[in-house]
Each structure stands twice: as structure tokens, then as C-alpha cells.
């Protein structure tokens, strides 16, 4: 190779080379500054800026019409800086008392926050709407309440947590220099959570409905009222009594009454609620034409069993049975029927089992004689007019009535309609209806209940303005105090009695604490919901 072919080769080398150092070199300088960017990001995001909460927001539960149970109330809330343009906006919407506790925090040179009575358009005030509960709603008991930092305690708050339970605060961020202080001339960072309307819990009560019911269910100090569909078992009200607010949950923690306790799902001493059972029983085995003279009393192994009408019914049918709850009958009948069949059909109505309402929540058990019990006929005999160990909840007594007023049919007794997450709708899945009789079996036993209320035991109960029918209870506790056996009653049924629309349950634990019957209370919520437009 020559001389002058070395020199050239070399050159062009170097530059290659000088130009592959420069590139490299280049990247170098990129790859740092990115990293050196993003760490004065981080920390100018996280060491100089300032956050201010201004609620923790919550998914909304709705009624039927997706009118809101909870979230009803908005509130809107101003984040003040301490500026003078943002102190003289405020000032001017504040009271007193309000504007002197948001200056105090102003003084130390740090924003505030305040509730004001329409939004505030000004350099240094940021408003931003929310929504909360007010501290009673309605159906509180079903609906349930939340901790401090809204998580679901009880109810459908805390069955339908993972939903309603959005896991964002709504806070502003303002920019700092690096002693703290907020800086001028930079617009304050609104961050807000999903909508409370976003994710959200659409339930199958009317909120029309449900004020008929907590107004009426206000005649009982202990109890229950439950307000459900005929067709779909679908629950339009849902009241205990006594009734609690979220402000008061603390005072009442130990309150004998036991106000936070949903007696809508509790497990209770039954009655004669449970006779259309048994007549069905009857009926499906051909034993409607059975009649029996009542002489107000029978022996049974060793005891007496009385009927309420201590004189007696004298010669009484099945249809008169049921309208005069007459007990001597029903002894018989049930023993006639036999436990095998009364069993059959209390199971087949869901009497002993536990009823889910929706996810993750559902009735007591109850309990149900078991068939050696029942073969005592001492025991069978007050099973056969609901006593005994026989126990259910409100709600349980849904699908005997149900199927009665809905041609032997019913469907599960329900509180959902629908969940909401992230905007999209999922409909709650019903299930299918139940056969529990024939329709003429519910015919028939439509029409014994149709006389207890025209000439009946529940004669209190006919409404004014709407045809009906139902079944009244008064159920022994075995419970006493001051000596004294506490009586529980009840009064079942349905409008409009040819084509019935709703089926009510209304209870009492203690008919020495109520100021109207079940009955009475029955015809008042009748009439009103018959007038609801």
C-alpha cells in the first residue's frame, strides 16, 4: 500500500469513527436529560404541590325509576385560595360565622374549603359539585349505611361494595415552590372521581310506594311492613320499625329495641298467616268440602286446644274456616291432611328455607317442624294453625301470597333490578316462577280471603277505595315480661282483589306497641297507593 492510500484510508476511518463517537456521545446527553426530567417531574408532582380533599365520593343506589336513595342531596364546595380577588368573591356569599373560620385558614397562607350556595366564577376558587346522603333515607334498614371513609357496612352498601365503592378522593392540587408556598399565576388542578352515577345499584323499590309504607309502618314501635309486585315477587317497599338515622347509629349501639335489626328479614312467631298453607294442602287433595262443628274447644292427647271464639263456630266449612280463622277447624284439617302434605307444600313455599333477595343478602331460615316432630298431633295440630316452633320472616310469607293472588304462581322475592359499573347496565337475574298449586286452588283460597276482610276476622282491613284480600294472625311467643306473654300479629293480603296488583305483609312484635292493627294499617296503605298517580 502507498503512502498517500495510507493517509486517505485513515482519514476516512477517523471520521467514521469521530462520527460514531459524536452519535453515541448524543444519545448519552438524551438519555440523561430524559431521566433528570422525569425525577424533577416526580418531584414536582409529589414535593411541590399541595393537595386539598374535598370528598370522598360514592356510587349512587337508586330506586326502580333510578330516582337516587342515596347521593339525593348535592352539595357544592369551594376551594378558596388566599388571594385578595379570591377573599373578596367569597366574602360576598359566606355568612359571618362561615367566612371568619374559612379567613383563619387563609391567614396561614394555605387554601380553604366551604360549602357555598351556587358556584363562584373567579381566579383563585375552585368549585366542585358532589353528592351525599342525608342522614335518614329511605328503606334504611335494606339500603344500609357506610363507615367515614364510605365503605359499605351494612345492607346493600356493603353487599354491593366492589360496585358503589369508587376507591377516588375529589381533591385540588395546587403548585409549590420548593418552601411550600403556593405559587401565583398558576391555575389550581381539579381531580375528581368517576360520576357517583356511574357505577351504581338499581333497585326494585318505588320510592312513591316506600313513602306510603314508612308513613303507615310509623303505627308500629316494633315491626315490619314489606310491599311487593303480585306478578314478579319484585319488592316496591321494604320498612322496619324502629327506624334509626346514620347520625344516631352510635347513641343507639345498645338500644334494647334493637333499631339498627331489619325485622323485614327476621325469623318470628307466624299464626294464622300460615292457614292458607294448609288449605292448600286441603285443597290439592280434595278435602275443600271437609267440615267440621266447632264447639270453641278440642282435646288433643292430654290437652285442650281452644279457638278464639270461645262459644264455637258450630258447623263451619272451609271457606268459613279461613274468613273466622276458626282453630278447632284447622286442628282437624290437619289432621286429615296429614304432615306429609302440610310439609310438602311449606317446602314447596319456601317456609324454612332462607330467601335471598339479592346478592349477599337474604332472610332468616325460619324453621319448620321436622316429620318426627309432627308426629306428635299435639304438635301437628299447632303447626297446623302456624304455631308451635314454626317461625318466618315478613318477607318469607311473600310467595304463599303471591302464588295466591297470581294463579298458584310466584316468583322469588327480589330487590334488584340492575347494577351499573362504568356505565354499563346488567339486569339481576329473577329466576323462574314457581308452580305451588293449581289455579283453582288459588281461586278458591283468593276467595276465603276476599270474606275475611267483608265479613271476617279482618273486617279493619278493607280499604275504602279498592277491593282486597288478606289474612289476619295474632301469634303466641312464648316470650313474657313483667309476667306477662308478649303477642305478636299480622295481617297478610293483596289488591285489587279480581286482578291483584300488590301483595302487603305487615307485622308487629308486639301489639301492645302499636297504635292501628296490622289490618288497619293494611287499608291505610291500600287506599293511598290506589291514589298515587
Known amino acids: 500500500m502507498s503512502e498517500k492510500l495510507?493517509?486517505?484510508?485513515?482519514?476516512?476511518?477517523?471520521?467514521?469513527?469521530?462520527?460514531?463517537?459524536?452519535?453515541?456521545?448524543?444519545?448519552?446527553v438524551l438519555r440523561i436529560s430524559n431521566i433528570a426530567t422525569t425525577a424533577l417531574t416526580k418531584v414536582g408532582s409529589d414535593f411541590n404541590s399541595l393537595k386539598i380533599k374535598i370528598a370522598t365520593q360514592r356510587g349512587t343506589i337508586f330506586d326502580c325509576n333510578k330516582y337516587p336513595l342515596t347521593n339525593s342531596r348535592k352539595k357544592i364546595i369551594a376551594t378558596?385560595?388566599?388571594?385578595?380577588?379570591?377573599?373578596?368573591?367569597?366574602?360576598?356569599?359566606?355568612?359571618?360565622?362561615?367566612?371568619?373560620a374559612v379567613l383563619d385558614i387563609l391567614k396561614t397562607d394555605k387554601p380553604a374549603t366551604c360549602e357555598v350556595?351556587?358556584?363562584?366564577?373567579?381566579?383563585?376558587i375552585v368549585c366542585t359539585e358532589i353528592f351525599e346522603n342525608d342522614d335518614s333515607y329511605p328503606a334504611i334498614h335494606t339500603i344500609g349505611y357506610t363507615d367515614n371513609e364510605k365503605n359499605g357496612l351494612s345492607g346493600i352498601e356493603k353487599a354491593y361494595d366492589d360496585i358503589l365503592n369508587l376507591e377516588k378522593d375529589i381533591y385540588v392540587r395546587y403548585a409549590c415552590d420548593g418552601k411550600g408556598k403556593i405559587l401565583s399565576g398558576v391555575k389550581p388542578q381539579l381531580i375528581s372521581s368517576p360520576s357517583p352515577f356511574s357505577n351504581?345499584?338499581?333497585?326494585?323499590?318505588?320510592?312513591?310506594?316506600?313513602?306510603?309504607?314508612?308513613?303507615?309502618?310509623?303505627?308500629?314501635?316494633l315491626g315490619a311492613v314489606v310491599i311487593a309486585e303480585a306478578k314478579t315477587s319484585k319488592i316496591r317497599a321494604i320498612v322496619s320499625r324502629p327506624n334509626?338515622?346514620?347520625?344516631?347509629?352510635?347513641e343507639i349501639l345498645n338500644d334494647k329495641t334493637t333499631p339498627l335489626f331489619n325485622r323485614a328479614l327476621g325469623s318470628y312467631n307466624v299464626g294464622s298467616v300460615f292457614k292458607p298453607c294448609v288449605a292448600a294442602g286441603?285443597?290439592?287433595?280434595?278435602?275443600?268440602?271437609?267440615?267440621?262443628?266447632?264447639t270453641g274447644s278440642?282435646?288433643?292427647?292430654?290437652?285442650?286446644?281452644?279457638?278464639?271464639?270461645?262459644?264455637?263456630?258450630?258447623?263451619?266449612?272451609?271457606?268459613?274456616?279461613?274468613?273466622?280463622?276458626?282453630?278447632?277447624?284447622?286442628?282437624?284439617?290437619?289432621?286429615?291432611?296429614?304432615?306429609?302434605?302440610i310439609l310438602k307444600f311449606a317446602n314447596i313455599l319456601n317456609f324454612g328455607k332462607s330467601i335471598r333477595i339479592c346478592d349477599n343478602i337474604a332472610t332468616a331460615k325460619g324453621t319448620l317442624p321436622t316429620k318426627e316432630t309432627l308426629e306428635n298431633k299435639a304438635h301437628l295440630a299447632n303447626f297446623s294453625i302456624g304455631q308451635g316452633s314454626f317461625t318466618a320472616s315478613p318477607v318469607s310469607m311473600l310467595p304463599l301470597y303471591t302464588a295466591i293472588a297470581n294463579g298458584g304462581e310466584y316468583f322469588m322475592p327480589t330487590i334488584i333490578e340492575?347494577?351499573?359499573?362504568?356505565?354499563?347496565?346488567?339486569?339481576?337475574n329473577v329466576g323462574f316462577p314457581t308452580k305451588a298449586f293449581s289455579v283453582d286452588t288459588a281461586t278458591k283460597l283468593k276467595s276465603a280471603l276476599a270474606r275475611v276482610i267483608k265479613e271476617g276476622t279482618g273486617t279493619k282491613a278493607k280499604p275504602i277505595t279498592v277491593s282486597a284480600g288478606g289474612k289476619t294472625a295474632t301469634a303466641q311467643t312464648g316470650k313474657k315480661v313483667n309476667g306477662k306473654e308478649i303477642i305478636s300479629s299480622w295481617f297478610c293480603g293483596f289488591f285489587p282483589l279480581e286482578n291483584p296488583k300488590y301483595v302487603v305483609i305487615v307485622f308487629s312484635e308486639d301489639t301492645t306497641k302499636q297504635t292501628k292493627s296490622c289490618a288497619e294499617i293494611f287499608a291505610e296503605i291500600a287506599d293511598k297507593i290506589t291514589a298515587l298517580p
Open 298 to 341: 278440642v282435646k288433643i292427647i292430654d290437652r285442650t286446644f281452644h279457638c278464639h271464639e270461645k262459644t264455637g263456630h258450630k258447623l263451619i266449612s272451609l271457606e268459613n274456616a279461613i274468613a273466622q280463622s276458626c282453630n278447632t277447624y284447622f286442628f282437624e284439617l290437619g289432621f286429615k291432611v296429614g304432615s306429609d302434605q
Open 282 to 294: 286441603a285443597i290439592e287433595n280434595r278435602l275443600n268440602n271437609f267440615a267440621h262443628n266447632c
Open 418 to 428: 340492575s347494577t351499573i359499573k362504568n356505565g354499563i347496565e346488567s339486569k339481576y
Open 80 to 100: 378558596v385560595s388566599p388571594t385578595p380577588r379570591a377573599i373578596t368573591a367569597i366574602s360576598q356569599v359566606l355568612n359571618k360565622e362561615d367566612l371568619q
Open 200 to 221: 351504581a345499584v338499581v333497585t326494585t323499590i318505588n320510592v312513591n310506594i316506600q313513602k306510603v309504607a314508612e308513613q303507615a309502618a310509623n303505627h308500629l314501635e
Open 6 to 28: 495510507f493517509y486517505k484510508t485513515f482519514a476516512k476511518r477517523s471520521i467514521i469513527c469521530f462520527f460514531i463517537i459524536c452519535c453515541l456521545f448524543f444519545i448519552t
Open 244 to 250: 334509626f338515622t346514620t347520625s344516631t347509629i352510635k
Open 117 to 124: 350556595p351556587k358556584k363562584i366564577k373567579c381566579e383563585g
